[in-house]
């Protein structure tokens, strides 16, 4: 499916091949037979992934998704993935595709998360700041999770999209701040700029006292945003589990659009309360969609090059360091093609 060089990544990185190929039997996949039935991931406090959806709605059959705790960002995520710790992962496809560009054996199999009217993520200022365009951000703190992923790329595309040069764009600056920090360091003063998304967004909309400067659904309209990934051994190890996580995910999604909000809050709040993990649901109550922009999921290659051509911009990978069509598959999506499951 790839090269012998991103395969090899596994054994560079001192990783057995048995680690990489999940926790399934020994079996060979010889003939499309299924070799595991259990699949390991990491999930997020107060949170329903897709993937976890699929679960609770009974698409993924026998499978079992065997939850080994909380991943911390997106990149965790999909390294845990390429060094064997789990099976199934996601991350913003900048992530990905920076990944797979160091060699990482690892495939795109459908998007997860996204941007539309309804999920979004904004770049908020005070009612009374100053700030009014994109050149007005020169000298300025913006506040966001992490660096080098989807909020900083949302604004380095907005700054270049309103003619700032890359020097004067690099007078802006990124300061990683907690989410649940960063509406209390805007309205303190210790940044101008604070991103927030979800149930933090809404919140801090409530309390007032904030405007949108612009948002990531603003500049790129409903797009995809995020894969769930997994190796390229576990791929050929596990056709048969591969496709039914992956359909399974496009038919939670697409039940996620089709049903109404108010019957999609209350089965995460009950998927949150059976599996017992001591968080809250808090968030839950706000969700209102998981932003992934095709029906089922699927990945267009815009998703990928996109990303590459700005971590390109950066410095961070060469041109021609990956090939758009090696990083992802549809191959394995069985969801119907038109909305709804």
């Known amino acids: 499916m790839h090269t012998t060089t991103r395969r090899n990544f596994l054994a560079l990185s001192g990783i057995s091949l048995l680690a990489a190929a999940g926790c399934g039997t020994a079996a060979g996949s010889a003939g499309g037979a299924r070799n595991t039935t259990t699949v390991r991931y990491q999930g997020s406090s107060g949170a329903v992934s897709p993937l976890e959806l699929a679960a609770a709605l009974g698409h993924l059959g026998d499978l079992k998704l065997d939850w080994v705790g909380d991943t911390i960002s997106g990149p965790q995520d999909i390294q845990s993935v390429a060094s064997g710790q789990t099976d199934i992962g996601g991350a913003f496809n900048g992530a990905v595709v920076k990944l797979a560009a160091r060699k990482a054996p690892i495939t795109s199999v459908v998007s997860y998360y996204g941007a539309d009217q309804h999920a979004f993520n904004g770049f908020y200022v005070s009612e009374k700041s100053t700030i009014r365009g994109a050149r007005d951000l020169v000298g300025k703190k913006v506040g966001m999770n992490t660096l080098g992923a989807h909020h900083e790329a949302m604004l380095d595309i907005y700054l270049k999209k309103n003619g700032l040069s890359p020097s004067e ?145 950066r410095g961070e990978i060469k041109g021609g360091q990956v090939d758009i069509p090696d990083l992802y598959t549809n191959e394995f999506n069985k969801t119907p093609a038109t909305k709804g499951s």
Not at 188 to 216: H, M, N, P, Y
Request: charged fraction near 30%; hydrophobic fraction near 40%; avoid cysteine.
């Open 169 to 313: 764009a690099e007078q802006v600056e990124r300061i990683v701040v907690p989410p649940v920090n960063t509406e209390q360091a805007l309205r303190q003063g210790q940044i101008e700029v604070a991103v927030l998304g979800g149930i933090l967004r809404d919140k801090a909309l409530e309390t007032g006292g904030i405007r949108k400067l612009f948002s990531d659904y603003d500049l790129r309209g409903s797009f995809s945003a995020g894969t769930y990934v997994l190796t390229d051994r576990f791929i050929e190890q596990n056709p048969e589990t591969v496709r039914t996580l992956v359909t399974g995910v496009g038919k939670a999604l697409d039940w996620s659009r089709a049903t109404s909000r108010e019957e999609v809050v209350a089965r995460l709040s009950e998927i949150i309360a059976k599996r017992k993990r001591n968080e809250s649901a808090e968030a839950i109550k706000y969700f209102r969609s998981y932003g992934v922009a095709a029906p089922g999921g699927r990945i267009e290659a815009e998703e990928l090059s996109v990303w590459s051509d700005w971590l390109t911009d």
